[in-house]
């Protein structure tokens, strides 16, 4: 069987360009952008073939990110938090000379998600915005090469992360936490991440 907690820290900067609430242009570089995602997995392996290991698994995901504009005059903290249950396959396949091949493929059953705008910091009589999502789906992939050594194994895996999130529900915004001013949303959204893991293992 398979049990497995995972952990994932990662930090960059991005840029906007899009326009303000009356349509003039704005564009804003070097956006700090950080994203933290736990997760716990548990499976149980066949083999298949008699040399491929198969592990379909199961877990419970979250996921939170964080871009902060609020250095700028129209800028302000953005938070997404993300909670969903990973479902999904992985293989491991043994080739010659002690490598071998895994392939994991997932689905990501998306149960809810909450945003948090923080209008605060625009102004401080805002209150800070919260819209709850409902609707999603979230999906990954990855190919695993992997080489035994004598003391140090050594794999290398290019992977590729999606999210679809639909149109938030609608919440108000407030002025001193009475007065209602406006209602916003957040928009439907699509999101993509891509890379190469390396990894040793002693």
């Not at 066949?46 to 698994?57: C, N, W």
């Not at 479902?87 to 000379?97: A, D, E, F, V, W």
Request: aromatic share 18%; net charge negative; hydrophobic share 30%.
């Amino acid at each position: 069987y398979m049990l497995k907690a995972e952990g994932k820290y990662s930090y960059g900067q991005v840029d906007y360009e899009g326009s303000l609430s009356d349509g003039t242009p704005y564009t804003l570089n070097d956006i700090d952008d950080f994203m933290l995602e736990f997760r716990g997995l548990g499976g149980y392996d066949f083999s298949v073939l008699k040399a491929t290991i198969l592990t379909p698994y199961i877990g419970f995901g979250y996921r939170y990110l964080n871009d902060d504009t609020s250095f700028n005059i129209y800028g302000y903290e953005r938070e997404s938090n993300y909670y969903y249950t990973p479902i999904g396959i992985q293989t491991m396949t043994p080739l010659t000379n002690g490598w071998s091949v895994g392939l994991t493929v997932e689905y990501d059953y998306f149960w809810k998600g909450v945003q948090k705008t923080h209008l605060d910091d625009l102004n401080p009589l805002y209150n800070t915005l919260e819209n709850d999502q409902k609707d999603g789906y979230g999906c990954r992939g990855s190919i695993k090469f992997q080489k035994e050594g004598d003391s140090i194994d050594f794999a290398i895996e290019p992977f590729i992360r999606y999210w679809d999130i639909d149109e938030s529900e609608l919440s108000a915004i407030t002025v001193g936490g009475t007065y209602v001013v406006a209602y916003g949303y957040e928009p439907a959204n699509e999101s993509t991440e891509f890379g190469i893991k390396f990894a040793a293992k002693f």
